[in-house]
């Protein structure tokens, strides 16, 4: 049954279940009107409720400042990895709108700390790449920090980021969800805390939050001009996007692309004009994931003490696994993937059984008999990567806990 099950998924991850309850209710019965959510226009009024509370009580929950604008949308954290790169273009063309002769391409730059952030470089340098030969490209992602030669086992130091005064954005991914690499939210720039003092005056900076979203507040909120997680993790099911932008840059790409040319073409579902102009409608949503959101966020709003209270309890059951597998490490039965305590992930844990090579399969075994699913590594990096999304219950990390001392017999 669900009350046995103990589910570390990296996601999609588990929900709470009070809310798959009711959840399931609306999908056979919204609010008693004899039809289902899913089978409601997305144009209606009920539908309408539900995605303008669900912005409502994200900005609650958050503390979102007036002048950004939040939208659902699809295509997930990888769409973003491509409409950052497209929207922001624009941005900087508008801002820099000298004749297509003397189009200089702006620098990108990326922090890369893991396999997330690399493939959103990747995507810039595919996008950005000239369109033919003799022909500029439209932008030159360059590097501003990489940890790649640790395996990304660490987070850059402050001397390592080299940043462009003039680039059209600086680019990170909060949390690596692969890694289990996280930047600390308590810790200034010179004790590893993301080097926001750093960033250039005028900067645009994106950041990618899809794993670490809403688990605890988002430090330095206004530094940054565009926020986006796919929910799949802290918030809903998968097949919505969450996007913060700040509304400057809510750029009408076509008529940029129009007068001053030099930009990559941008479809149109990934404009986020276009998306805020039509308060998120402007093809049909994902109604169901968001509707599932909204009951998540009032969820959380109500019985877990808003954001406050999500911090406290994140910091603990990750604190709690870490000391345990710690203590495992000094006795040689366990090692942390993370060398620095300071990076490490609040939401996924990674780790390796030490031992001959049947010892993590048993492990793994051993958990799964007990209950502890969805524990095995990404399939990249292998090990053991315990994810602790904010419906995992305390009561659930603690028992892993037990597990991992027995097995380890520490
Ligand atoms: N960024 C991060 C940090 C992620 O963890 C993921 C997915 N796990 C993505 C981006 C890609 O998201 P999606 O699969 O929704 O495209």
Not at 227 to 250: E, H, M, W
Not at 309 to 334: C, H, M, P, V, W
Not at 379 to 384: A, C, F, T
Request: hydrophobic share 35%; proline share 6%.
């Amino acid at each position: 049954t669900r009350q046995q099950v103990h589910n570390f998924a990296a996601g999609p991850s588990p929900l709470p279940t009070n809310v798959l309850e009711e959840a399931a209710l609306g999908l056979l019965n919204y609010e008693d009107i004899g039809m289902g959510i899913c089978e409601l226009s997305h144009r209606g009024k009920e539908f309408k409720a539900v995605i303008e509370g669900a912005e409502a009580d994200l900005r609650e929950l958050l503390q979102i400042p007036d002048n950004y604008t939040v939208l659902f949308t699809q295509g997930g954290g990888t769409g973003q990895f491509s409409a950052t790169v497209l929207n922001l273009l624009a941005a900087h063309r508008q801002a820099h709108p000298v004749p297509a002769e003397e189009f200089k391409p702006p620098i990108l730059d990326y922090v890369l700390t893991g396999s997330w952030s690399s493939k959103a470089y990747a995507e810039a340098q595919r996008l950005c790449a000239a369109p033919f030969p003799n022909c500029p490209s439209f932008g030159e992602p360059r590097i501003a920090a990489s940890t790649k030669s640790s395996s990304w086992t660490r987070l850059p130091s402050k001397d390592e980021y080299k940043f462009s005064k003039d680039a059209a954005y600086i680019y990170y991914c909060e949390n690596e969800t692969i890694n289990g690499i996280q930047f600390p939210h308590d810790k200034d720039s010179e004790e590893g805390g993301f080097p926001f003092d750093l960033i250039p005056e005028g900067v645009n900076l994106v950041a990618d939050y899809s794993s670490s979203f809403i688990s605890r507040p988002i430090k330095k909120f206004e530094k940054h001009a565009i926020i986006y997680a796919g929910a799949q993790k802290n918030l809903g099911p998968s097949g919505v996007t969450v996007l913060i932008i700040r509304n400057d840059l809510l750029i009408d790409t076509t008529k940029i692309q129009n007068e001053l040319g030099c930009l990559p073409c941008l479809p149109i579902t990934y404009e986020y004009k276009i998306l805020s102009d039509n308060k998120s409608l402007y093809n049909t949503p994902p109604t169901f994931p968001i509707y599932v959101s909204a009951l998540v966020l009032k969820h959380l709003i109500k019985n877990k003490g808003g954001l406050k209270g999500l911090e406290d309890i994140n910091r603990e059951k990750s604190q709690l696994l870490y000391e345990t597998l710690e203590k495992a490490e000094k006795q040689q039965k366990a090692k942390l993937v993370v060398r620095d305590s300071n990076a490490r992930s609040w939401m996924n844990v990674t780790f390796n059984i030490e031992g001959d090579s049947e010892k993590e399969k048993k492990f793994l075994e051993g958990a799964e008999n007990k209950g502890f699913k969805q524990l095995k590594g990404h399939r990249s990096v292998g090990g053991i990567r315990a994810s602790l999304y904010n419906a995992v219950a305390f009561e659930s990390v603690k028992l892993l806990c037990e597990y991992i001392e027995e097995f380890c017999e520490l």
